[in-house]
Nanobody, 122 residues
Framework: QVQLVESGGGLVQPGGSLRLSCAAS????????IGWFRQAPGKGREGVSC??????????PDSVKGRFTISANDAKNKNTVYLQMNSLKPEDTAVYYC?????????????WGQGTQVTVSS
């Protein structure tokens, strides 16, 4: 049974940082790409990052490039993907989800977490 669990959201001031975590079970990062998505109230879902399983390539839209960094599998937590978010802006406020798919270009990702709220406000 595949499960993705996000954590690390919260309230932060503009210019601040947060690190989101996505703990994956029932799959391995060798076989699945992990994407981070966000959805703000009244807006559509937006992909903000993806980590490829095949070669470790990373992808970001222009809206977060240079501010967000996706990484995986530090020494303590295997099968966990992180999203480091720096220089946060109020427009980054959204529910953030991680999702898994065989590759970053799949139209619909196969598995989704429950989401974690990020609020950027003074």
């Amino acid at each position: 049974q595949v499960q993705l669990v996000e954590s690390g959201g919260g309230l932060v001031q503009p210019g601040g940082s947060l690190r989101l975590s996505c703990a994956a079970s029932g799959l391995t990062l060798d076989d699945y790409a992990i994407g981070w998505f966000r959805q703000a109230p009244g807006k559509g879902r937006e992909g903000v990052s993806c980590l490829s399983s095949s070669d470790g390539s990373t992808y970001y839209p222009d809206s977060v490039k240079g501010r967000f960094t996706i990484s995986a599998n530090d020494a303590k937590n295997k099968n966990t993907v992180y999203l480091q978010m720096n220089s946060l802006k109020p427009e980054d406020t959204a529910v953030y989800y991680c999702a898994a798919a065989p590759n970053c270009w799949q139209y619909e990702f196969d598995y989704w977490g429950q989401g974690t709220q990020v609020t950027v406000s003074s």
